[in-house]
């Protein structure tokens, strides 16, 4: 059973940092075909913050563009946020997501229980 762990969130003032991490289980590193972060601010829909694509590289949502940095290590299967110059519009439940790709016709996408993260001025 794949399970995602995030850890992290909190609340911090304008301009400061946060880093998230993730942490899944229950799957083998071959399967694991990226992982990524989203968001959810209230009252809009899930959006994309980071996440790597399926050749490797980092695609990053454009209000972040800059100051957040994603990195990943497939082999442990774990991604991490650093999240640099908060503004308060990056106030959200922030969502870890997974893709397994146990065979060449099956993707599946999993997700985190999601953390809060809260910037004040």
């Not at 609340?11 to 289980?25: D, E, F, H, I, M």
């Not at 694509?53 to 563009?65: A, M």
Request: with cysteine; net charge positive.
């Amino acid at each position: 059973q794949v399970q995602l762990v995030e850890s992290g969130g909190g609340s911090v003032q304008v301009g400061g940092s946060l880093q998230l991490s993730c942490v899944a289980s229950g799957l083998i590193s071959s399967n694991n075909c990226g992982m990524g972060w989203y968001r959810q601010i209230s009252g809009k829909e899930r959006e994309l913050v980071a996440s790597f694509s399926s050749p490797g590289y980092p695609v990053y949502g454009d209000s972040v563009k800059g100051r957040f940095t994603i990195s990943q290590d497939k082999s442990k299967n774990t991604v991490a946020l650093q999240m640099n110059s908060l503004k308060t519009e990056d106030t959200a439940v922030y969502y870890c997501r997974l893709c397994v790709k146990p065979s060449p016709d099956y993707s599946r996408i999993y997700w985190g229980q999601g953390t809060q993260v809260t910037v004040s001025s």
